[in-house]
């Protein structure tokens, strides 16, 4: 059986989650267009571009849809949470939509994962914060929101492994990376694989 690869945006369609599910949309199709080797050219001959890429296709769920109970977990199923923005020392993503603001902690975000695929300790997937700067701290605040994250996820799924990106994650228009990335505090950094900066995070 296939990896099972999901998307979690932690706000509801009616509140916040606009800015995930595009960015969803565009993960998949792009993930769709590999497996069919459906990788066309645009009018302009360049390469369409794409993300991430894998054989199997995302299921993406947004807060308050309707909760998922997935039979069985095995080490490589992942969960991708996507749709907000966080920084050095933060312990939050936030978010804009319809011209309001949306701001969730890593402790909201872990129980509001935990509901909506109903997760407990056979969970022992990946789960994976698409998010900037999730594992860095800032000067002598050593939180981050990956640690807030991981602190309350673990006391319900301590058999899975939670990753953040140490470094602003970006998607790009570009057909030679596999998720895109800007080192953080450098304007003019190289671009590269997204997984070069990824880091495992552990409870305290």
Known sequence: MPDKRFIFVPFARDSGAHEGLQAATEWDTHSSNK??????????????????????????????????????????????????????????????????????????????????????KSFIGQIKLYTCDGTQPKGLISVSFGHSFVESFKSSCPECKVFAYAAKVEQEHNSKFNGVLRKSGEADARLGRAKEFRLQIYPP
Do not use: M
């Open 35 to 120: 497996r069919t080797s459906a990788y066309k050219a645009t009018d302009k001959g360049k390469t369409a571009p794409w993300y991430f890429v894998v054989d199997t296709a995302y299921t993406t769920v947004c807060y308050r849809d309707e909760v998922l109970h997935v039979p069985s977990w095995s080490t490589e199923d992942v969960i991708y949470v996507l749709g907000g923005h966080s920084a050095p020392g933060s312990t939050t993503i936030k978010t804009t939509a319809n011209f309001q603001n949306f701001e969730l902690d890593g402790d909201q975000v872990a129980k509001r994962l935990v509901e909506q695929f109903t997760l407990g």
